[in-house]
């Protein structure tokens, strides 16, 4: 008889958690079959230290082969799952199509960035949800304040050195109050030809960091405006245009840079494949299954995952629940296999930390409010324990950066035509073939 094979589609913080238990546990019973379009999981929290030339990008990547040794990755992207067959369709990087028979199926493809239906947006805007954009950002400031300072021209100045993120949660805030920092440094390197970075938050929420406890908001607040980030609450984007953006009180504001971090949205994929859904995340019960579907999983962004710590609710879109849902999505495929008993999902809430550049952070561990350099201190320990691989080269480049000057330099690789805002893979760099 030929092994069972469980298929992995998206090797974020659930699958590759799920991988990593499964390829352990069931080795003896089941292949392990990994789907991802590329070769390495991805630490998103700390993305924003990317595209602030804190990190290198790789820093941020574990790869998969050197980390799941008994785990087959087959590099593409699922494009649609046919589930009377038990089959997956995927393209693989260089655009050819195959497809993998599972008899079970996880769905881990996480989220992309959520769009807003306002005039301009998906055309000049740049999300955050991906290393290219990442990438894209770090290389765009970089520029930007390199073109303000050689012209003569005292409006296109003052537009290429004004960026606007739109968003104030964790995402938008992490990106602001690095970005700062960023922006300053490099303009203490700058020929000083009147070049001062200004950076603004807009949110339309009452407060920075809408979803987290208030004492964090009051700590992040603090320390963005003390850096002198314009943090407007209460307000949004009515249009966005290639020379700047209309706010909705009717304020334009000359800018060529517009990050946004509104939110998230479940993978399409989610939606193709036809089953329920709430709020686009497809609905899974208190085993993390498909009702009426035994042998498919999901979990993650991806998945409404029934919050059985606060009744009637579905698990925030986080990486904390995510890594944990891998877990027990692992445990009970292990237990169908009669390993263990299978367990509900449960996870209470274990606080949040909001790294806000150098030493300051925003943090409640345990929902023990903490700001300063505790807070700082805190943060960048728990990135570390989190942290799958990678940690002695994330925590040289972090002793690097405390001790030698930023990186003024754009290499340029990754243009703005190659991350468009509106994509179903922040992951990949758009090429011409696509
Ligand atoms: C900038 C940023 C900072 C964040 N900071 C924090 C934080 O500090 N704390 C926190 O708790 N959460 C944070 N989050 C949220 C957290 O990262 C997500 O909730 C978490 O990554 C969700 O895990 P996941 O496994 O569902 O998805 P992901 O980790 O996004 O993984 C999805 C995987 O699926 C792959 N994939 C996508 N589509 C397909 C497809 N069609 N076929 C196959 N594979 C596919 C992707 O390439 C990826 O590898 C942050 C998010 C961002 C963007």
Known sequence: MSRSRIVIAGAGFAGYRAARILSRTVRKHAEVVLLNPTDYFLYLPLLPQVAAGILEPRRVTVSLTGTLPHTRLVLGEAGGVDLDARRVHYTDP??????????????????????????????????FRGLPEALYLRDHIVRQLELAAHTDDAEERRARSTFVVVGAGYTGTEVAAHGTMFADAITRHTDGRGVTPRWMLLDIAPRVLPELDERLSRTADRVLR????????????????????????????????????????????????????????????????????????????????????????????????????????????????????????????????VDLGGTKAAANPFHVPLSGLPAGAVTRGYHLMAMPGNRVRVAADWLLDAVTPRQAVQLGMVRAGSVPLDTASPELVRTPRD
């Open 94 to 127: 260089e655009g050819r199509a195959g497809e993998l028979d599972y008899d079970t199926l996880v769905l881990s493809v996480g989220s992309v960035s959520r769009l807003l239906p306002i005039p301009g947006v998906a055309e000049h805007a740049r999300g």
């Open 226 to 353: 003390k850096r002198g980030v314009d943090v407007r609450t209460g307000m949004s984007v009515k249009e966005a245009r290639h020379d700047g953006v209309l706010l909705d009180n009717g304020e334009f504001v000359p800018t060529r840079s517009l990050i946004w971090c509104v939110g998230v949205r479940p993978d399409p994929l989610v939606a193709d494949v036809g089953l329920p859904t709430e709020r686009g995340r497809l609905c899974v019960d208190r085993y993390l299954n498909v009702p009426d579907h035994p042998e498919v999983f999901a979990c993650g962004d991806a998945a409404a995952v029934p919050d059985l710590t606060r009744p009637g609710q579905f698990t925030p879109m986080t990486a904390q629940h995510a890594w944990r849902q891998g877990k027990t999505v692992a445990h009970n495929i292990a237990a169908a296999f009669g390993l263990g008993e299978r367990r509900a999902y449960e996870h209470h809430d274990r606080g949040f930390a």
